[in-house]
């Protein structure tokens, strides 16, 4: 198994910055791929930025630019480097990892921490 801790998120201005991490824990070796995905109460969640295993990178279009997903592998832990936030970045963000368990795929996810942008 793996789970998965959030931490970073605040309240911040209007082109501020704000860096989410995510330790994971467990199972590190299983996990083929890391993300991170919002969602904005009432909506659904969606993709923000994943890297995988090997080092592929993929940005959803209303963030490339501004995002940056990385991670520390010695400290088994992804970043999201959030820049130049704007009001419609507020959510709930989490952060997930793609387990393979014997070829069959499961989803982890963390608990959730809010981002709150203003105008």
């Known amino acids: 198994q793996v789970q998965l801790v959030e931490s970073g998120g605040g309240a911040v201005q209007a082109g501020g910055s704000l860096r989410l991490s995510c330790v994971a824990s467990?199972?590190?070796?299983?996990?083929?791929?890391m993300a991170w995905y919002r969602q904005p109460p009432g909506k659904q969640r969606d993709l923000v930025a994943s890297?995988?295993?090997?080092?592929?990178?993929n940005y959803d279009d209303s963030v490339k630019g501004r995002f940056t997903i990385s991670r520390d592998s010695a400290k088994n832990t992804v970043y999201l480097q959030m820049d130049t936030l704007k009001p419609e970045d507020t959510s709930t963000y989490y952060c997930?990892?793609?387990?393979?368990?014997?070829?069959?795929?499961?989803?982890?996810w963390g608990q959730g921490t809010q981002v709150t942008v203003s105008s």
């Open positions: 997930n990892a793609v387990v393979d368990v014997a070829g069959t795929y499961y989803y982890t």
């Open positions: 467990g199972d590190i070796a299983s996990i083929n791929t």
């Open positions: 890297i995988t295993r090997g080092g592929s990178l």
